[in-house]
């Protein structure tokens, strides 16, 4: 069977790319949009007669809220997962940031794992956790679980993860002299 992402929308036959998509996500973003036109309505056709302070107060919340909200949840609405022969790129949103560069050389290992839950790693986004390691969760289901030769671990949901990781293990190198997974 082949893997329709392999190739076919890739700059190059080498290049394995993935991603999820979390629609749920976009509510919280009309959310978000929703408080800054409130901001920007109480600016512009105010009743409040009660002074300019507490309409100032209540046109910035509104408009700093729904910037934090729908920036916030626009950043994590989507994944994009990238292996090459060198690197695995992972990118959030649509516009590819917080964006991280992995080396294949620093990678230990990789396994696919079928259940990712935001609930399991405190919540969408960019996560860390101590006894867990660092994690991209977009949304929940399969994804992708790199142990790195550091110690550390990095997870990523994306969709047909079990692709990805059969393309990272292929592109893996034998450790560097002295390196240990831990």
Request: charged share 20%; hydrophobic share 45%.
């Amino acid at each position: 069977m082949r893997d329709h992402r392999q190739g076919e929308h890739a700059p190059h036959p080498d290049v394995w790319t993935g991603h999820a998509t979390n629609r749920l996500q976009w509510v919280l973003a009309l959310a978000g949009a929703a408080c800054m036109a409130l901001g920007i309505q109480l600016a512009v056709d105010s009743p409040w007669t009660s002074g300019t302070a507490p309409l100032v107060m209540a046109v910035v919340g509104c408009i700093a809220a729904g910037l934090l909200v729908l920036f916030g949840t626009l950043a994590f609405v989507h994944v994009a997962l990238r292996v090459d022969q060198e690197w695995l790129e992972v990118r959030c949103g649509h516009i590819g940031v917080p964006r991280r560069r992995i080396p294949l050389s620093e990678v230990a290992g990789a396994e696919y794992t079928s259940h990712v839950t935001p609930r399991h790693w405190g919540g969408w986004g960019y996560r860390w956790r101590p006894e867990m390691g660092t994690a991209v969760v977009v949304r929940r289901g399969e994804g992708v679980v790199l142990r790195l030769w550091d110690g550390h671990t990095f997870t990523i949901t994306v969709d047909d993860a079990e692709a990805a990781v059969r393309v990272i293990k292929e592109r893996l190198r034998p450790p560097k002299p002295g390196a240990t997974a831990r």
